[in-house]
């Protein structure tokens, strides 16, 4: 008699994730992940279009919300189990001449949003006794970079900001985490390298060589995929005692 196949359930069966930028770039990448892994996922972006996309091409949902706009966050009232944090958005220039309105939007889509959509969904995280928030953050929130004052500070918030989530929620179920990249191969990075050439006084085709790979040790993009597979492994059951932690995905980087 042929035996039976035992089949264990996905990781995250029965989970809801909200995936934050996940019409595009990384964040798309995480969304189809979780999805793979058995999750009902909630795909925010601005772009209507490209969300309804994907959120249909992985069977989950989506809603359009400008990340930016504090009001907005805080009008979606989200339920989750797991929280990813993946919005993004870069401007380069030096600091005298960085204008201020767009500092704070930087600000506003990077810090003050993760921090509007968790405090929405720990208190059902606490109640259910589990949880995961994973927010990618950057290299750039170890080290910094010239002409980017206001991405490198936001990162920075945002691996502190993680920190005090993980100690708030270390006896209620509740986890959080970082996953810091270099550069990784998305329109986020491919829209800088006109300004990197403007603000270096370079050629566009010296760009990643000579500045986004400059200090590298393996000199190539990061893919969307492997910062993908780093978010999922913190969301699911293997990472219960993982928390607090920034896991970096640099090429060496940081290394040097």
């Known amino acids: 008699m042929p035996e039976t196949p035992v089949t ?17 770039g990384i964040g798309a990448g995480v969304a189809s992940r979780l999805a793979e892994l058995g999750a009902a996922v909630l795909v925010l972006d601005r772009d209507e279009e490209a969300a309804a996309k994907h959120a249909a091409d992985i069977g989950g949902e989506h ?32 600091v005298e ?29 606490y109640e259910r006794g589990w949880g995961r928030v994973v927010h990618v953050s950057s290299v750039h929130g170890h080290r910094a970079s010239a002409y980017k004052s206001a991405y490198v500070s ?37 829209g800088q390298i006109a300004d990197q050439a403007r603000t270096h006084g370079i050629d566009e085709s010296e760009v990643l060589d ?15 995929v492997e910062v993908a597979e780093a978010v999922a492994f913190l969301c699911g059951p293997a990472s219960a005692s993982i928390t607090g932690s920034s896991f970096v995905i640099d090429g060496g980087w940081s290394a040097a």
Request: glycine share 8%; charged share 20%.
């Open 8 to 24: 264990r359930p996905a990781a995250l069966d029965g989970r809801r994730a909200v995936v934050t930028g996940g019409a595009s």
């Open 63 to 94: 809603r359009v919300v400008d990340l930016a706009d504090t009001t907005s966050v805080t009008a979606l009232d989200l339920t989750a189990d797991v929280l990813v944090n993946c919005a993004g958005i870069q401007h380069v220039a030096p």
């Open 210 to 224: 000579d500045v986004l790979l400059a200090r590298q040790a393996i000199k190539r993009l990061v893919e969307p």
């Open 97 to 125: 001449e960085f204008e201020p309105a767009r500092f704070e939007l930087i600000h506003r889509l990077m810090l003050v949003s993760p921090f509007l959509l968790t405090q929405q969904v720990l208190p059902g995280m």
């Open 154 to 190: 936001a990162k920075h918030g945002l691996e502190g900001l993680s920190k005090v989530i993980a100690l708030e929620g270390a006896g209620k179920g509740v986890t959080s985490n970082t996953v810091c990249p270099g550069y990784v191969r998305t329109p986020l990075v491919e």
